[in-house]
């Protein structure tokens, strides 16, 4: 019998590539079937999470993942706009273990990664209410509504911010 592999947040590698297109692919249909039409998702998974772009981000950002053994769980993305603030570009958990505290997790191992007093902002869905309500649950505030065009398709998001407005932008 196989020993179940612990839950472990580290940075992520260039091994980790497939796992977190993996996950974004898997979360993105879930999340986004109802809101966003299937061919501006696909477009997008493939765009903003190919090989040459997570190569990127995995180099450039505060890339976190969610693991156990080589399976990815989750991920997160922090990418720093200035020296008091963040951007949370992603977060991503599989479907099937939100819920259980392992985005909390994976957002405070990021937000630990960065100095007082840093900012975070993020931009999410207007109709994804989950996420509206994970990000208020954890001290996140919305500051502003945006509508932008996004692979052909409008999407209006909400703006929200972690920190004292006078560090952000």
């Known amino acids: 019998m196989r020993a179940k592999c612990a839950l472990k947040f580290r940075e992520a590698g ?4 497939r796992e977190i297109q993996r996950v974004a692919r898997i979360t993105w249909d879930h999340t986004y079937r109802e809101i966003i039409p ?14 040459d772009s997570l190569m990127h981000r995995i180099g450039s ?11 990815i769980l989750g ?11 963040v951007e ?11 819920g259980r505290g392992i985005g909390a997790r994976l957002l405070q ?14 931009r999410v869905e207007r109709d994804n209410a989950q996420a509206q309500r994970f990000y208020e649950a954890h001290g996140f505030r919305r500051t502003g509504e945006h509508a932008e065009e996004f692979y052909r398709h409008v999407v209006h998001e909400v703006e929200m911010i972690l920190g004292s407005p006078e560090t952000a932008l």
């Open 14 to 17: 260039v091994d980790d590539v």
């Open 38 to 51: 299937e061919s501006v998702r696909r477009e997008f998974v493939s765009q903003a999470h190919s090989k």
């Open 61 to 71: 950002n505060v890339f976190l993942v969610a693991a156990t053994g080589e399976v």
């Open 75 to 85: 991920f997160a993305d922090f990418r720093r706009l200035s020296e008091t603030t």
């Open 88 to 98: 949370l570009a992603a977060i991503y958990l599989l479907p099937e273990i939100q």
């Open 109 to 122: 191992a990021g937000i630990a990664r960065f100095p007082p007093p840093t900012s975070f902002m993020l």
